[in-house]
Every structure is written in structure tokens, then in C-alpha cells.
């Protein structure tokens, strides 16, 4: 049952909440905020190769934003200035590190050594844990600049400019040139305002929901989930040419032109197979137009992950894997609440059954699936 729990607590990152008590006019949780630094650290990812000559491990970087608060699902998210306090903040390192630990133990062992680096040692000493740190406060400065913009916020608004001039003398300059380029207010800014306000697109609508989603939430599942998959294919059972740089970025980017578009429903999608044309190629070409603005270092791989996110490559398809399964799990959890999800439920598990014979869709069905569903029904 460990894979399984190790699946629930991902699930778990969205109820999570940042910011509460300060009275947002915009909720956020863990794994919308893990979803826009994994995706901010692409695009830094890009930076220091590009314009730094610096060739990092963008896999690993990436990784880590995107796990690097797991342990919230047990801690919370613990005020910065609380962590930084001098009576409590050795003991709140201690604790964060053993609870990482823990969920790194949920795994299978092949798994663990990836999963302690990604969750573990996300932060650590290291040029990539630093950057994952500055990655961090560069994600809480666009959240505090939404919010004093559209709230007037005095609060917010002090936190904007004290994370601004905190990544402006940055000791990355990926990082400095980054602030410098969303100061612009051109394409890249535009780029990161859609992937911030990715968790204004709700999905399910119309269905009544006792969880709610929406495509940030929806982008860092996918994610997580397409991780596992490609390193449990990898590790045990000897997939080596799985690119998880590549897998991460398609996932992580597969739904951002609903930014523009909206979540149409699936159903409407793939009515007939010239709709479904159609709304491939309407999509693709909302892509493209929100690339065209960005400087030319991001044009070629930004292609590859949001234009061709679900090609016919393997990464691709494991992406479309995860997205499947995401899928599956929503009804699995809604079901018992709302007759029409069992029918859901039931559909997209015959589809995944028909279709794919994957390594890590077996995994899925015969140990993930069952464990998810014992928990649910115990509940």
C-alpha cells in the first residue's frame, strides 16, 4: 500500500492552504504553488543554460520545485518569518526533514534514491537547492503582486516589494534576469500571468463537485504522477530513454493554453474526430501565439512541451497516460457522492484497460488503483 499513499498524499497538496490569514482574494494551496515554481523553473532552467553557459541538470531542478513541499501534507505551511525564528527553527528543519523522509519510505526502494533527492534534499546547500529556494520567493512575489492589483491589498503590496528587491540582488542571475525581463510587461510576462492564473480555470464544471479542481491543481498532479510513472518504468522496469526533463515540462505545460481557450469539457472535444481536429489544431495555434512573444531561448523546447505536449513520443504519451489517470482518480473520489462519477469512473477505466498496455499502467491498475479505492471506501 506505500505507491498508494505516497499517490493519496499528492492529492493531498491541494487542501494545503497558503496565505489564508492574510485574507487573499485569490486561494492558494501547495499544489498550485508547486505547479507554477516547477513550471518558473523551466524557464530559469533555460536562463542559466542559454544565456549563462551553465548546463545544470534541468530534470533534477525541476523536480525538486515540483516536490519541494511535500512535507506540507503533514507540517502545513509554516510562516517564513516562524521558520526563521532563532527558538524554533532548527527544531522545524528537523521535523520537516524526517517527515520528508517518511514519505520518501512510502515508495518502493528502487524509487527511493530519485524521491529523497527531489523531496529531501530539494532545498539544500547545493546551487540547484538554492535555486529552488529563489524559485520559491520569485512564485510568492507574482501571487502578492496579483493580489494588491486586483485588491489593494496594503499587506500583499509590501510583500510584493520586499520579494522584488529580495530577487533583484539575487546572487543568480537567471534569477535577476528573469525579474528584469517580467518587469518588461511583455511576452514573458504575459506567459507567467496565464500560468499564475491557471487556478481560475475550473474544471468538472457543471457536475457537482464535493472536491474542487481546477488546471493548476489538475497540471501538478499530472506532473507528479508522470514522474513516478517515468522513474517506476526506468528503475524497475528498464525503460533507460526516458527523458524526465522532457516528460516533466510536457506535463507540466500540457494544459496552459486553457488560459485562453477555458477547459472545454472532453466530451465535446472528441464529439467526432473532426472536432477533435479541429480543436487540436485551434489549440496549437493558441500555443504558438503565446510563444511568438517570448525571447527565442525558450522558442524550441516551450514548442516541444506546450504545442506538442501529447506527441508520439513516449514522454508524450506518458503524459497522456497521467492525464488518463487523473481523470480516473477524480471519479474514483467523487463516486460515492455523485452516481454520475460511477458511470465516469467506469468509462475512463475501460478506455485505459483498451489502450494502453503500458509497464506503469499495470503498476497502476493492479497496486495504485486498489490501494486508492480501500482508502476511499474506509473513509
Known amino acids: 500500500m506505500k505507491n ?68 506540507e501534507t503533514v507540517t502545513g505551511s509554516i510562516k517564513h518569518i516562524t521558520k526563521k525564528d532563532p527558538h ?15 514519505i520518501v519510505s512510502y515508495l518502493s526502494k528502487s524509487l527511493q534514491p530519485f524521491f529523497f533527492d527531489y523531496i529531501v534534499n530539494a532545498e539544500d546547500d547545493s546551487y540547484i537547492g538554492q535555486l529552488i529556494m ?57 506567459l507567467l500571468s496565464h500560468i499564475l492564473n491557471l487556478d481560475k480555470v475550473e474544471r468538472w464544471i457543471g457536475n457537482f463537485n ?53 477547459d472545454v469539457a472532453s466530451p ?12 487540436e489544431k485551434y489549440e496549437k495555434e493558441v500555443a504558438k501565439s503565446m510563444l511568438v512573444k517570448l525571447p527565442s531561448i525558450f522558442h524550441d523546447e516551450l514548442i516541444d512541451f506546450m504545442v506538442n505536449s501529447k506527441d508520439n513520443s513516449y514522454e508524450g504519451q506518458l503524459v497522456e497516460i497521467s492525464d ?9 473520489l467523487e463516486m460515492r457522492n455523485n452516481p454520475l462519477y460511477g458511470e465516469r469512473y467506469y468509462q475512463q477505466l475501460t478506455i485505459i484497460q483498451r489502450n494502453y498496455e503500458n509497464p506503469c499502467v499495470i503498476f497502476f491498475l493492479a497496486y495504485i488503483l486498489h490501494d486508492l479505492s480501500y482508502t476511499n471506501f474506509l473513509r
Not at 527553527?89 to 521535523?95: P, V
Not at 467526432?272 to 480543436?279: D, Q
Open 88 to 102: 524554533v527553527a532548527n527544531h522545524i528543519q528537523r521535523l520537516e526533514r524526517e517527515v520528508s523522509e517518511q
Open 324 to 332: 488518463k489517470i487523473d481523470a480516473l482518480i477524480k471519479s474514483n
Open 210 to 262: 464535493l472536491i474542487p479542481d481546477n488546471d493548476a491543481t489538475h497540471s501538478f498532479r499530472v506532473a507528479a504522477l508522470s514522474l513516478f510513472n517515468g522513474i517506476l518504468e526506468s528503475e524497475r522496469f528498464g525503460n533507460k530513454h526516458i527523458d524526465t526533463y522532457r516528460l516533466l515540462g510536457k506535463s507540466l505545460m500540457h494544459d496552459l493554453v486553457e488560459g485562453i481557450t477555458g
Open 134 to 190: 529563489h524559485i520559491d520567493s520569485f512564485d510568492a512575489m507574482l501571487f502578492c503582486l496579483r493580489e494588491f492589483t486586483s485588491d489593494s491589498n496594503p499587506y500583499f503590496k509590501k510583500q510584493y516589494e520586499h520579494f522584488h528587491n529580495q530577487l533583484l540582488h539575487s546572487d543568480f542571475q537567471s534569477i535577476v534576469w528573469l525579474v528584469r525581463e517580467f518587469e518588461k510587461k511583455e511576452g514573458l510576462y504575459e
Open 4 to 71: 498508494g499513499k505516497f499517490t493519496s498524499l499528492i492529492l493531498q497538496m491541494q487542501y494545503v492552504s497558503r496565505w489564508n490569514e492574510y485574507g487573499p482574494r485569490f486561494k492558494d494551496n501547495s499544489a498550485s504553488h508547486s505547479f507554477r515554481c516547477a513550471t518558473i523553473a523551466i524557464f530559469v532552467g533555460i536562463i542559466e543554460e542559454k544565456l549563462f553557459n551553465n548546463p545544470l541538470n534541468k530534470g533534477q531542478l525541476v523536480a525538486r520545485a515540483l516536490l519541494h513541499d511535500m512535507n
Open 268 to 279: 465535446i472535444k472528441k464529439s467526432s474526430n473532426e472536432v477533435r481536429k479541429a480543436f
